[in-house]
């Protein structure tokens, strides 16, 4: 269009019913005014031309009016003026699934002034400046909120693996800019993340570690949240939640909202200091060949430590539990380089025949003796 963009929009919503919206659209004109004649105030569903409001209703002024004129620079939203499309797109665009969410302030010429005719001069949705709906209300619950990705940066100490948890949790979503149908991120204020039992997540969820403003600009579709060192206490999922002043938006079908923690197989780390020839919290891998009963053959393998310049050979046990306390020795005379042993023909016991052997444990030997780290 070639117009310049009004500044400094703002909107706070006085009408307390939820999708309604009322009370003053402010702004400051821009300094360049060529070209300029009206501004046009819009709702709208994305920050495309998808589904856009065409009428609003100035309380002074009962008809429908389009525009105020230059240089007036606010706008008073009628009594009932609602977050729905009252355009020719609502077949296309049904009101519930479409709801308005975005404040759009439009420059534009007009000939004759105070009219629009084709052809005249307006700017096009992304040219305008634009700020998300809030929809003030104390009815109703936010709709659940899609998540596209949810990522957790473990910064947990290994001697706390499986007690407590601690780290970096973000997540992306495509609204508010551009929202999944039926989304209606209006009724959001923020969202809340939650420790939680992935198999008690219906409800109202307790253990919040935290909230992250929405907010009311564009362009920011990644959010995250610091976790500081938190005790699980039989927690094993993150979930992230809209919620406003009522409560907690349901989880969604997909319950992409979910992050579930890892869980571990292994031996917990038993001492309170982090070494680099640990080789907890690594993984072993075996897979029986052998179709005998009670007999293992195959290759045992298990990863690197951060160093092995202290580790004088590897010793690989079998035992009845993870914690070791009954376990017998396969052999303890695999150096580094090498990661793997083969065995065939090996008996699954351990020393005490009323104690089988259910697991494989991986030791460091450090200067001829069983390092107290293990997998």
């Not at 939203?77 to 969410?101: I, K, N, V």
């Not at 005249?120 to 899609?146: G, K, Y």
């Not at 004088?312 to 793997?340: D, F, H, R, W």
Request: hydrophobic share 40%.
């Amino acid at each position: 269009s070639g117009l310049a963009a009004v500044t400094s929009l703002s909107f706070t919503d006085t009408d307390t019913r939820v999708f309604f919206v009322g009370g003053t659209v402010s702004w400051v004109a821009p300094a360049d005014l060529t070209g300029i004649v009206q501004y046009h105030v819009r709702l709208n569903w994305d920050l495309s031309d998808t589904s856009v409001k065409t009428q609003l209703f100035d309380t002074a002024n009962p008809a429908p009016c389009m525009c105020v004129l230059d240089p007036t620079t606010n706008w008073l939203f009628g009594p009932s003026e609602t977050r729905s499309d009252d355009s020719l797109d609502l077949a296309t665009y049904p009101a519930d699934q479409y709801p308005a969410q975005w404040l759009f302030v439009l420059s534009a010429g007009a000939s004759p002034a105070g009219q629009l005719a084709a052809g005249d001069p307006i700017q096009t949705v992304s040219e305008a400046t634009h700020m998300r709906l809030i929809d003030v209300q104390s009815t109703n619950l936010p709709t659940s909120l899609q998540l596209e990705t949810l990522n957790f940066m473990d910064q947990t100490n290994p001697a706390n693996s499986g007690t407590h948890v601690e780290g970096i949790l973000d997540w992306t979503t495509t609204g508010p800019d551009y929202p999944q149908v039926s989304e209606d991120w209006g009724l959001a204020d923020s969202f809340e993340v939650f420790l939680a039992e992935a198999g008690s997540l219906s409800g109202t969820l307790t253990r919040s570690l935290g909230t992250v403003a929405i907010g009311t600009a564009s362009g920011v579709t990644t959010r995250q949240l610091t976790i500081p060192e938190t005790l699980l206490s039989g927690a094993d999922a993150f979930v992230v939640k809209a919620i406003n002043s009522v409560g907690q938006a349901p989880l969604s079908a997909s319950q992409s909202e979910v992050f579930l923690l890892p869980t571990t197989t292994s031996t917990s780390v038993t001492t309170t200091t982090t070494i680099l020839y640990s080789l907890a919290g690594l993984q072993v891998t075996f897979s029986d060949t052998d179709t005998n009963p009670e007999v293992l053959s195959g290759v045992i393998s298990w990863q690197e430590p951060l160093s092995t310049a202290e580790i004088t050979s590897y010793a690989v046990y079998m035992s009845y539990e993870s914690a070791g306390s009954q376990k017998l020795l396969i052999s303890n005379a695999v150096s580094p380089p090498a990661t793997s042993l083969t065995i065939s023909g090996l008996m699954r016991q351990t020393g005490d025949p009323t104690f089988p052997a259910n697991w494989l444990i991986v030791y460091p030997m450090v200067q001829g003796a069983l390092a107290p780290v293990s997998m």
